[in-house]
């Protein structure tokens, strides 16, 4: 039979972006280790309904570590403490009984709270926008050895397009940067043959455009690649200087870019 513990949550809640926030202490008992973080919430928000009171609000889809949707701050760790896992996948056997959970939104200016635990990630949405894609005519499937990839490069490109956009990186981040997210963007497709056409284009619109949304820059914190639910390194920001600056050459040499447009941030 599960074991069940019970625990204290301190939970940000807002009515609105606009609206003054502060924690709110629940009680969560009786709760089956078996179950996950989302599923612990749910348990508390039928509470709180049956009780008449505004359940909390937090974003979910998959709940299977695949979305992206999924995120909260618990006791300072975006996620939670267990590493490579995200908040929807973290269970509650990892916890113990009695112990109080503070629960916060991710916490950065460009991503401002719409309600309680959710925030408005539209900025990582317009990154993506961008040039975050290839762009290709569709057709019948080509062979799968039509294109040949090496083994270092597929795994590279593999590791990358794990990326799942949550925005911990961000939240993680002390100068909300959101340089792991695009770098794993930009190393995932001109790692590949589809994605080279587009390459230096793609890496300077990207750029442009996190910075247009008031993105920190990167100072080596680590704290991304600490905090990533998918374990993606910061060896890719890296990469992500390295195409940045070579398409800088180039658009200097060449004159290459020069329609690249921002698409308006909405802070
Ligand atoms: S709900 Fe989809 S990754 Fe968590």
Same mark, same amino acid.
């Given at each position: 039979?599960?074991?069940?513990?019970?625990?204290?949550?301190?939970?940000?809640?807002?009515?609105?972006?606009?609206?003054?926030?502060?924690?709110?202490?629940?009680?969560?008992?009786?709760?089956?280790?078996?179950?996950?973080?989302?599923?612990?919430?749910?348990?508390?928000?039928?509470?709180?309904?049956?009780?008449?009171?505004?359940?909390?609000?937090?974003?979910?889809?998959?709940?299977?570590?695949?979305?992206?949707?999924?995120?909260?701050?618990?006791?300072?760790?975006?996620?939670?403490?267990?590493?490579?896992?995200?908040?929807?996948?973290?269970?509650?056997?990892?916890?113990?009984?009695?112990?109080?959970?503070?629960?916060?939104?991710?916490?950065?200016?460009?991503?401002?709270?719409?309600?309680?635990?959710?925030?408005?990630?539209?900025?990582?949405?317009?990154?993506?926008?961008?040039?975050?894609?290839?762009?290709?005519?569709?057709?019948?499937?080509?062979?799968?050895?039509?294109?040949?990839?090496?083994?270092?490069?597929?795994?590279?490109?593999? =590791? $990358? +397009?794990?990326?799942? /956009?949550?925005?911990?990186?961000?939240? #993680?981040?002390? %100068?909300?940067?959101?340089? &792991?997210?695009?770098?794993?963007?930009?190393?995932?497709?001109?790692?590949?043959?589809?994605?080279?056409?587009?390459?230096w284009r793609r890496v300077q619109k990207m750029v442009r455009q996190m910075d247009a949304e008031g993105f920190g820059a990167c100072?080596?914190?680590?704290?991304? =690649? $600490? +905090?990533?639910?998918? /374990?993606?390194?910061?060896?890719?920001? #890296?990469?992500? %200087?390295?195409?940045?600056? &070579?398409?800088?050459?180039?658009?200097?040499?060449?004159?290459?870019?020069?329609?690249?447009?921002?698409?308006?941030?909405?802070?």
């Open positions: 039979m599960a074991k069940t513990i019970s625990l204290t949550l301190k939970v940000w809640r807002q009515k609105g972006p606009n609206e003054p926030g502060r924690f709110e202490t629940y009680e969560a008992r009786n709760i089956s280790t078996d179950a996950s973080f989302l599923e612990m919430l749910d348990i508390v928000n039928k509470e709180l309904t049956l009780q008449g009171k505004e359940p909390i609000a937090f974003d979910h889809d998959c709940r299977e570590g695949i979305c992206g949707s999924c995120g909260a701050v618990v006791n300072g760790h975006a996620h939670g403490h267990e590493r490579e896992t995200t908040l929807c996948q973290l269970h509650m056997r990892k916890f113990r009984d009695g112990d109080v959970l503070v629960i916060e939104p991710w916490r950065s200016r460009v991503f401002p709270v719409i309600k309680d635990l959710i925030v408005d990630r539209s900025a990582l949405d317009r990154i993506i926008a961008s040039g975050g894609y290839i762009s290709v005519r569709t057709g019948q499937a080509p062979d799968a050895h039509a294109l040949p990839v090496s083994k270092e490069h597929a795994d590279a490109a593999f =590791e $990358a +397009a794990q990326c799942i /956009g949550c925005g911990a990186c961000v939240a #993680a981040c002390p %100068n909300g940067s959101a340089m &792991l997210f695009v770098a794993a963007k930009v190393s995932h497709l001109s790692l590949l043959p589809q994605g080279r056409p587009e390459r100072s080596n914190h680590y704290e991304c =690649e $600490a +905090a990533c639910p998918k /374990g993606i390194r910061v060896a890719n920001i #890296a990469r992500l %200087n390295r195409e940045h600056l &070579l398409a800088a050459f180039r658009a200097r040499l060449f004159g290459e870019y020069p329609d690249i447009k921002v698409l308006p941030p909405s802070v």
